[in-house]
């Protein structure tokens, strides 16, 4: 047998010190916890930030709607959206304007439901003015 693998264990890891310091001031991994730390930053350079995270992929898919109308025929809107497009809007505000001659009407809408909508509203209420189609922002 080869010498040196007969070597006992209490002689191959015998340190002067019992709490094994001086040991861990030779290993290069465990240096840092006896290095001052404006040592530590004059010798190492600046190392670059990699994030493995992925930035969220925004899908917007809910928009609002703006459209004005009549005053008289706010109830017949409300009708129509809750009777021929009920599933398809997520919520409807209803707002007076021009001392109440008028109502601002904004609906909270998916992008694929945006036609039926329009399409259905023409045909009840001709005279209905539509405003921009935004999309909505998240909070």
Known sequence: MNQHSRVSSSTRYHYLNEDFTDALQTSKREKFLFEDAGERRQGSQAIPVISYRKAPVLKQDDFIM????????ITELRHLILRNCGDLVLFMRVKPVDHASKMKVWLCLRKSSVDTIISHIMRALPKAEFGKITPLLPA
């Open 66 to 73: 703006r459209i004005t109308v009549d005053a008289a025929a």
